[in-house]
C-alpha cells in the first residue's frame, strides 16, 4: 500500500488511527498495540501475501533468539546466540536480494550455467532486517533486556517507517510504545503530523514524479544523449531521489506524529553539504548510524591509525553501496563516495567555517566547498541509477563529449503532465513550433524551484516553527489538494527497491 494512494489516505490510515485512540480511549492498551500490529501487517501484505510469511518468520527467528537468552546467560550462550542471529538475517537478505547477483558472477567468472532463481524482492527487507539486526546484536552483547513479542513485534512492524526507514532502533520505538501518556490524542501533534505528511505527499508528487518523468526516459536513451541532455539527466535524477526519499521521511514521521510516536530524523537537508563527509551526517541518517555504530566501531573505526582508517571507511561505504543494490553499479556508487570521504578526511583541504576537529593544510570558501560536493555527488549518481557499469561508463562519455544534437528536445517533451494541459493547448494553437522550447523553460523553472525549495527551510523546520494559523493551513490544505488531482501519475518510492 503507497502512503501516496487513494486507500491509503481516505480508507487505511482514518481505520487504523480511529481503532488506536478508540483502544487506548478504553484502556485497552495491549489490545491497540495488537490492533496497531495486525493493521501494520496488513499494510504490508497489501503489496503481496507471499510477503507476511517472510517477515513473519524473520520476527519469529530473531525473537526465538532473543527468548532463549533469558534462559542461557553465559558468554558462550551470547556469542552463539550472536552468531546464530547475525547468521539467520543476513542469510535471509542474501537469498532473496542478493542469491542472482551471486550465482551471475559465479557463473561469469567460472564459465558456468547455474540456473537464476528470479526471485522477487519482498518490499522493505533490507529495512527491517537491519532493524531486527540491530536489536539481536544489543540483545547478545548485553546493551538490551528481552520484550513481550507483542511490542516487538509492534516495534518491527511499525508501518509508516516498515518499507523504507528510517531505520529505527528498539530503544527509540518501545518505550514510547509502553507510555501511556503517549496514548492520548495530542492536538499539537496530530497537527504537525499533518502538516508534514502533506508536504512530503507533495514533494513526491509534484516534484519527484514529474521530474522520473525526464529521468526514466533519458536513462533509457543513455546511448543517444548529448551534452546538455546528459546535464539534464542527471540534475533531473539528482533532485527527483532527494524530493523523493526525503518526502517518503517527512511522511513517515508525520504519520508517527499522528500516533504520538517520534521517528528519528533521517535528512536534514543534506544538499546545504559542503563537504561529501558533511553529506553523509545529513543523508540517510539512520543507515549511516547503522554502519558506524555495528559495523565502523567493532572494525576499529579511527583508532588504530590512518591505514586502517581510511580500510575501515572504504569496507562500510562499499557495504553501504551493496546494501542500496544487487549490482555493481552500486558498489561502484559506494567505492566513490567512500574515497570523497577518505579524501575530507585526509584533511589536505578544509571548508572555511565547518566543524571538522582536524585542521587542513588550507582552506577554501563554503560556496566552492559547496559545489564541489554537489558536482561530484552528481556524478555518481551515474553509476547509482545506471542499470549496468557500461550504460554509467556511456553517460560520462556523454557529458564530456561537449556536442549538442538537440537531443534536450525529444527530451523534456516527456514531461506530459495534467497540470501542463492547458499551457500545452495554448502554445499549440497560436505558436506550435515553440512547444519545445516552451517545456524546455517550464522544465528549467521546475529545477530552479527545487534548488529554490531545497536553500530554504526544510520539513521539519517548516511544522516546527509555524504558527498553524489560517495562511498556513490554507497552504497546507491547497497542497493536499493539488496533490490528490495528481495522483494520476501514482509511483512507487526509489527507496522501495533497496
Same mark, same amino acid.
Given at each position: 500500500?503507497?502512503?501516496?494512494?487513494?486507500?491509503?489516505? /481516505?480508507?487505511? @490510515?482514518? #481505520?487504523?488511527?480511529?481503532?488506536? !485512540?478508540?483502544?487506548?480511549?478504553? &484502556?485497552?492498551?495491549? +489490545?491497540?498495540?495488537?490492533?496497531?500490529?495486525?493493521?501494520?501487517?496488513?499494510?504490508?501484505?497489501?503489496?503481496?501475501?507471499?510477503?507476511?510469511?517472510?517477515?513473519?518468520?524473520?520476527?519469529?527467528?530473531?525473537?526465538?533468539?532473543?527468548?532463549?537468552?533469558?534462559?542461557?546467560?553465559?558468554?558462550?550462550?551470547?556469542?552463539?546466540?550472536?552468531?546464530?542471529?547475525?547468521?539467520?538475517?543476513?542469510?535471509?537478505?542474501?537469498?532473496?536480494?542478493?542469491?542472482?547477483?551471486?550465482?551471475?558472477?559465479?557463473?561469469?567468472?567460472?564459465?558456468?550455467?547455474?540456473?537464476?532463481?528470479?526471485?522477487?524482492?519482498?518490499?522493505?527487507?533490507?529495512?527491517?532486517?537491519?532493524?531486527?539486526?540491530?536489536?539481536?546484536?544489543?540483545?547478545?552483547?548485553?546493551?538490551?533486556?528481552?520484550?513481550?513479542?507483542?511490542?516487538?513485534?509492534?516495534?518491527?512492524?511499525? /508501518?509508516?517507517? @516498515?518499507? #523504507?526507514?528510517?531505520?529505527?532502533? !528498539?530503544?527509540?520505538?518501545?518505550? &514510547?510504545?509502553?507510555? +501511556?501518556?503517549?496514548?492520548?490524542?495530542?492536538?499539537?501533534?496530530?497537527?504537525?503530523?499533518?502538516?508534514?505528511?502533506?508536504?512530503?505527499?507533495?514533494?513526491?508528487?509534484?516534484?519527484?514524479?514529474?521530474?522520473?518523468?525526464?529521468?526514466?526516459?533519458?536513462?533509457?536513451?543513455?546511448?543517444?544523449?548529448?551534452?546538455?541532455?546528459?546535464?539534464?539527466?542527471?540534475?533531473?535524477?539528482?533532485?527527483?531521489?532527494?524530493?523523493?526519499?526525503?518526502?517518503?521521511?517527512?511522511?513517515?514521521?508525520?504519520?508517527?506524529?499522528?500516533?504520538?510516536?517520534?521517528?528519528?530524523?533521517?535528512?536534514?537537508?543534506?544538499?546545504?553539504?559542503?563537504?561529501?563527509?558533511?553529506?553523509?551526517?545529513?543523508?540517510?541518517?539512520?543507515?549511516?548510524?547503522?554502519?558506524?555504530?555495528?559495523?565502523?566501531?567493532?572494525?576499529?573505526?579511527?583508532?588504530?591509525?590512518?591505514?586502517?582508517?581510511? @580500510?575501515?571507511?572504504?569496507?562500510?561505504?562499499?557495504?553501504?553501496?551493496?546494501?542500496?543494490?544487487?549490482?555493481?553499479?552500486?558498489?561502484?556508487?559506494?567505492?566513490?563516495?567512500?574515497?570523497?570521504?577518505?579524501?575530507?578526511?585526509?584533511?589536505?583541504?578544509?571548508?572555511?567555517?565547518?566543524?571538522?576537529?582536524?585542521?587542513?593544510?588550507?582552506?577554501?570558501?563554503?560556496?566552492?566547498?559547496?559545489?564541489?560536493?554537489?558536482?561530484?555527488?552528481?556524478?555518481?549518481?551515474?553509476?547509482?541509477?545506471?542499470?549496468?557499469?557500461?550504460?554509467?561508463?556511456?553517460?560520462?562519455?556523454?557529458?564530456?563529449?561537449?556536442?549538442?544534437?538537440?537531443?534536450?528536445?525529444?527530451?523534456?517533451?516527456?514531461?506530459?503532465?495534467?497540470?501542463?494541459?492547458?499551457?500545452?493547448?495554448?502554445?499549440?494553437?497560436?505558436?506550435?513550433?515553440?512547444?519545445?522550447?516552451?517545456?524546455?523553460?517550464?522544465?528549467?523553472?521546475?529545477?530552479?524551484?527545487?534548488?529554490?525549495?531545497?536553500?530554504?527551510?526544510?520539513? @521539519?523546520?517548516?511544522?516546527?516553527?509555524?504558527?498553524?494559523?489560517?495562511?498556513?493551513?490554507?497552504?497546507?490544505?491547497?497542497?493536499?489538494?493539488?496533490?490528490?488531482?495528481?495522483?494520476?501519475?501514482?509511483?512507487?518510492?526509489?527507496?522501495?527497491?533497496?
Amino acid at each position: 500500500m503507497l502512503f501516496n494512494s487513494y486507500i491509503f489516505i /481516505f480508507i487505511f @490510515l482514518p #481505520a487504523v488511527l480511529l481503532g488506536w !485512540y478508540g483502544l487506548n480511549k478504553l &484502556q485497552k492498551y495491549e +489490545l491497540a498495540k495488537v490492533f496497531l500490529t495486525g493493521m501494520s501487517l496488513w499494510f504490508y501484505g497489501y503489496f503481496n501475501t507471499y510477503y507476511l510469511f517472510i517477515i513473519i518468520a524473520s520476527i519469529l527467528i530473531n525473537y526465538l533468539i532473543s527468548y532463549l537468552l533469558t534462559f542461557c546467560k553465559t558468554r558462550r550462550a551470547n556469542h552463539f546466540g550472536l552468531f546464530a542471529g547475525v547468521a539467520a538475517n543476513l542469510a535471509i537478505l542474501f537469498y532473496f536480494k542478493y542469491y542472482d547477483f551471486f550465482i551471475e558472477n559465479i557463473n561469469y567468472v567460472f564459465r558456468a550455467d547455474f540456473n537464476l532463481k528470479h526471485i522477487l524482492l519482498p518490499l522493505g527487507i533490507s529495512f527491517f532486517t537491519f532493524q531486527q539486526l540491530s536489536f539481536i546484536i544489543d540483545r547478545c552483547t548485553g546493551k538490551t533486556e528481552h520484550y513481550s513479542f507483542i511490542n516487538y513485534a509492534a516495534f518491527v512492524t511499525f /508501518f509508516p517507517q @516498515l518499507i #523504507a526507514g528510517p531505520i529505527v532502533l !528498539y530503544k527509540e520505538i518501545i518505550p &514510547q510504545f509502553d507510555d +501511556l501518556s503517549r496514548r492520548n490524542f495530542d492536538i499539537g501533534s496530530f497537527a504537525r503530523g499533518i502538516s508534514l505528511f502533506v508536504i512530503g505527499l507533495s514533494k513526491k508528487v509534484l516534484l519527484a514524479d514529474v521530474l522520473a518523468l525526464v529521468t526514466n526516459f533519458g536513462f533509457e536513451q543513455t546511448y543517444f544523449l548529448d551534452s546538455p541532455s546528459t546535464l539534464l539527466v542527471i540534475l533531473s535524477y539528482t533532485f527527483q531521489i532527494y524530493f523523493d526519499f526525503s518526502g517518503y521521511s517527512d511522511m513517515a514521521i508525520g504519520l508517527g506524529y499522528m500516533f504520538n510516536v517520534q521517528l528519528p530524523v533521517n535528512f536534514n537537508s543534506p544538499y546545504k553539504a559542503c563537504s561529501v563527509k558533511e553529506l553523509w551526517q545529513r543523508w540517510h541518517m539512520t543507515l549511516s548510524r547503522f554502519f558506524v555504530t555495528y559495523v565502523y566501531i567493532p572494525l576499529g573505526g579511527s583508532k588504530k591509525g590512518k591505514a586502517r582508517t581510511i @580500510l575501515n571507511t572504504m569496507v562500510i561505504f562499499s557495504l553501504s553501496g551493496l546494501w542500496h543494490g544487487a549490482n555493481w553499479t552500486y558498489v561502484a556508487w559506494g567505492v566513490m563516495q567512500g574515497l570523497l570521504v577518505v579524501w575530507d578526511n585526509l584533511g589536505i583541504i578544509g571548508v572555511r567555517g565547518s566543524q571538522e576537529k582536524n585542521p587542513s593544510r588550507f582552506y577554501i570558501p563554503r560556496w566552492l566547498g559547496w559545489l564541489f560536493t554537489f558536482s561530484f555527488f552528481n556524478l555518481s549518481l551515474f553509476f547509482f541509477r545506471s542499470e549496468s557499469m557500461a550504460h554509467a561508463f556511456q553517460m560520462f562519455k556523454n557529458l564530456f563529449s561537449f556536442r549538442n544534437t538537440g537531443y534536450i528536445h525529444k527530451l523534456v517533451i516527456n514531461m506530459d503532465i495534467p497540470e501542463f494541459y492547458i499551457f500545452k493547448q495554448a502554445v499549440t494553437m497560436f505558436a506550435p513550433e515553440m512547444l519545445p522550447v516552451a517545456y524546455i523553460i517550464l522544465f528549467l523553472l521546475i529545477l530552479i524551484a527545487s534548488a529554490f525549495i531545497l536553500t530554504r527551510k526544510n520539513a @521539519l523546520q517548516i511544522v516546527e516553527t509555524a504558527d498553524y494559523g489560517s495562511g498556513f493551513c490554507w497552504f497546507i490544505v491547497i497542497l493536499f489538494i493539488w496533490s490528490l488531482i495528481s495522483f494520476s501519475q501514482v509511483s512507487t518510492f526509489i527507496y522501495f527497491n533497496f
